[in-house]
């Protein structure tokens, strides 16, 4: 049985609309039915049921989706196994990034690899910590940035310490502090990133502090700054996301009274079955992240507050 039915049926029950499956895979849509068709009769039982606004997976479908799965994975590491073997210069690798790595660190990154080896394909998946770990445990990325936390069930590659700060508008009372104690947050509007489970977002520096006041929840870190200009609340960013930031605007930024932080890493399945893209596209972000480790002029102080 030919593997490409088994891709076709995955990215089916990935977009759940036929016409967009065979769009993203360079089909006609009646290929795509066809080959679906084909595909129950083989195995003797439905996988899709068509519906006027797309298709729903049945309960078989289902069933054989996380199998298809781990089967396309490992198809896709025999593939660039047999390719290593011939040149280490062609394949295709997804990785999963959140926004301030994407902003800060994919670009000299990925400029590295493709000068080095031009026909490589990186994929980037964005999506929040919650997400990204999901789509690595079901192998729809070879890696993904990620932060430390309890209990991972891949493999965390530590890269980097970035310390939280407390964003405050410049008029704010808070700023009379010179570091910011964490129950003198209390009662005061707290604009939240939601990285999709609380886990992983700054819910777990501010969960003891008493009455607190989640006064909004927000998927994108950048998005928080105008808030707090406009007097919504103060939030809680990483030193990377705030390198992000390049207009003027009213606000500053406070180190905590005991600092606080993220370990941001790779999280990969297994090293040792890694393809050798993934452990090239490994070694190449390890050896940058040490690099602006350093770097005075890719580390600099946040402009809009000189003192930190």
Request: aromatic letters at 8%.
């Amino acid at each position: 049985m030919s593997i490409h039915k088994y891709a076709v049926f995955a990215k089916v029950s990935e977009t759940l609309n036929l016409s967009q499956a065979a769009k993203e895979l360079n089909y006609t849509q009646s290929s795509v039915s066809q080959i679906i068709s084909g595909l129950e009769k083989e195995l003797g039982m439905p996988l899709i049921i068509r519906t006027k606004g797309g298709v729903m997976i049945t309960e078989c479908g289902q069933r054989l989706l996380k199998p298809i799965k781990e089967l396309l994975h490992w198809n896709t590491i025999i593939d660039n196994t047999v390719q290593s073997m011939q040149a280490v210069d062609e394949g295709h690798i997804k990785v999963g990034v959140f926004s301030s790595v994407l902003l800060q660190w994919i670009p000299p990154i990925l400029k590295e690899i493709t000068s080095a080896h031009p026909r490589i394909e990186v994929e980037l998946i964005q999506g929040d910590y919650s997400t990204l770990e999901k789509m690595l445990e079901d192998n729809q990325l070879d890696c993904t940035f990620m932060i430390e936390v309890p209990e991972q069930s891949a493999v965390f590659l530590p890269l980097y310490n970035d310390e939280f700060f407390v964003i405050l508008h410049k008029d704010h009372p808070l700023c009379e502090y010179e570091r910011i104690p964490v129950e003198a947050l209390s009662k005061c509007p707290l604009i939240l990133i939601d990285e999709g489970d609380d886990k992983f977002d700054t819910y777990q520096i501010v969960k003891d502090v008493k009455q607190l006041n989640i006064q909004y929840r927000i998927k994108e870190d950048f998005g928080a700054i105008p808030m707090v200009e406009n007097g919504l609340g103060i939030c809680i960013l990483p030193a990377l996301s705030l390198r992000n930031i390049h207009n003027d605007c009213d606000v500053v930024a406070k180190q905590f009274a005991v600092p606080r932080s993220r370990t941001l890493g790779i999280s990969v399945r297994s090293l040792q079955w890694a393809t050798p893209l993934t452990q090239l596209f490994i070694d190449t972000t390890m050896k940058f992240v040490e690099h602006y480790s350093t770097s005075p002029q890719l580390n600099k102080p946040f402009w809009f507050n000189n003192q930190l």
